[in-house]
């Protein structure tokens, strides 16, 4: 199984088989076949015609830096289930660090080029450096959908776009046929993010997003848009926790428009999503339209839920 291998070759090196925290949260990990976004260095070099194995190096350094990701935005977010509770913010905040120095040394091993190898390590080194800057955003109280747009750009798509770049050029690809595969992993953080915003908004009982609302956007819209439900909205913010100050914040939510508003901009990066996709030279584009397909699947049975007809750009394309 590919994701056992990507964890032995994580385990193997000498520091992480001395370093039993460091394990546990390598055996911890859930995987997602091709959802989990350390998939995408695999799919994106079997795109362009390398193997599994070429792409393994940059899969287990991706994987490192979403472990790293997910133990600093916990202590951003004081989220109760974070792993900082237990193992304490200083060590968290340390294995955090060793992860991030981790998928370093993970993208040196593979015997590359001079100018391959050094465009691997900037490629993630940048790729930290955003996502980081998002981190910092998203820790604060948005109030304007400008805001949001500014954050989001720097959170998700800087990891997407920089797995595809990777594993294209862990594949042989030429730079800009992994920048291409870039802008299309952009375009796909895009989508996810507003579709996990939608999802954690209409779920039951409430998500965590409702405490810092306007962080979300469709909660965001309902609470700056003007409508005429707009303070009963703001006023069952506080309320999410008693089910039924939840339903009617999330009748509301169907009824502004919010949901619609996610609807539109959703189809809007779908369309530049399979355009993009379209216009990649690739041998073997299969792989790439399985990681669209399957983003779109959880939004697909969302607009069943709730009763709103799927725009047809958002159908399913079986590969």
């Given at each position: 199984m590919?994701?056992?291998?990507?964890?032995?070759?994580?385990?193997?090196?000498?520091?992480?088989?001395?370093?039993?925290?460091?394990?546990?949260?390598?055996?911890?990990?859930?995987?997602?076949?091709?959802?989990?976004?350390?998939?995408?260095?695999?799919?994106?070099?079997?795109?362009?015609?390398?193997?599994?194995e070429?792409?393994?190096?940059?899969?287990?350094?991706?994987?490192?830096?979403?472990?790293?990701?997910?133990?600093?935005?916990?202590?951003?977010?004081?989220?109760?289930?974070?792993?900082?509770?237990?193992?304490?913010?200083g060590?968290?905040?340390?294995?955090?660090?060793?992860?991030?120095a981790?998928?370093?040394?993970?993208?040196?091993?593979?015997?590359?080029?001079?100018?391959?190898?050094?465009?691997?390590?900037a490629?993630?080194?940048?790729m930290?450096?955003?996502?980081?800057?998002?981190?910092?955003?998203?820790?604060?109280?948005?109030t304007?959908?400008?805001?949001?747009?500014?954050?989001?750009?720097?959170?998700?798509?800087?990891?997407?776009?920089?797995?595809?770049?990777?594993?294209?050029?862990?594949?042989?690809?030429?730079?800009q046929?992994?920048?291409?595969?870039?802008?299309?992993?952009?375009?796909?953080?895009l989508?996810?993010?507003?579709?996990?915003?939608?999802?954690?908004?209409?779920?039951?009982?409430?998500?965590?997003?409702?405490?810092?609302?306007?962080?979300?956007?469709?909660?965001?819209?309902?609470?700056?848009?003007?409508?005429?439900?707009?303070?009963?909205?703001?006023?069952?913010?506080?309320?999410?926790?008693?089910?039924?100050s939840?339903?009617?914040?999330?009748?509301?939510?169907?009824?502004?428009?919010?949901?619609?508003?996610?609807?539109?901009?959703?189809?809007?990066?779908?369309?530049?999503?399979?355009?993009?996709?379209?216009?990649?030279?690739?041998?073997?584009?299969?792989?790439i339209?399985?990681?669209?397909?399957?983003?779109?699947?959880?939004?697909?049975?969302?607009?069943?839920?709730?009763?709103?007809?799927?725009?047809?750009?958002?159908?399913?394309?079986?590969?």
């Amino acid at each position: 199984m590919r994701f056992e291998r990507m964890k032995s070759k994580i385990r193997e090196l000498r520091e992480v088989a001395a370093w039993p925290e460091m394990s546990d949260l390598i055996d911890r990990a859930i995987h997602r076949e091709w959802i989990s976004v350390w998939d995408y260095p695999v799919a994106a070099c079997q795109a362009v015609g390398g193997t599994e194995e070429q792409s393994l190096s940059g899969a287990a350094a991706v994987f490192c830096s979403v472990v790293s990701i997910h133990l600093v935005d916990d202590m951003l977010d004081d989220d109760p289930r974070g792993d900082y509770h237990r193992l304490g913010i200083g060590p968290a905040a340390n294995l955090a660090l060793a992860f991030q120095a981790l998928g370093h040394r993970l993208l040196d091993e593979p015997p590359l080029d001079p100018p391959v190898r050094s465009n691997l390590q900037a490629i993630f080194a940048g790729m930290s450096l955003a996502t980081a800057y998002g981190q910092s955003l998203d820790a604060r109280e948005l109030t304007s959908e400008q805001e949001y747009w500014r954050t989001v750009e720097s959170k998700t798509p800087p990891l997407f776009a920089a797995a595809l770049e990777i594993g294209a050029l862990l594949g042989g690809a030429s730079s800009q046929v992994a920048k291409q595969l870039a802008h299309f992993g952009h375009v796909l953080g895009l989508f996810v993010q507003v579709s996990d915003d939608l999802s954690d908004a209409l779920q039951i009982p409430a998500r965590a997003d409702w405490q810092k609302g306007s962080n979300n956007l469709p909660i965001l819209y309902a609470l700056t848009a003007e409508h005429p439900d707009r303070e009963e909205f703001r006023r069952l913010v506080s309320h999410v926790d008693d089910p039924e100050s939840l339903a009617l914040a999330q009748r509301i939510l169907l009824r502004c428009g919010a949901v619609s508003y996610c609807a539109f901009k959703l189809l809007e990066f779908a369309r530049e999503a399979r355009s993009s996709l379209a216009r990649i030279p690739l041998g073997n584009p299969d792989p790439i339209a399985r990681l669209l397909d399957l983003n779109m699947r959880p939004l697909h049975k969302l607009f069943e839920s709730v009763g709103v007809e799927e725009p047809t750009e958002l159908a399913l394309h079986t590969v």
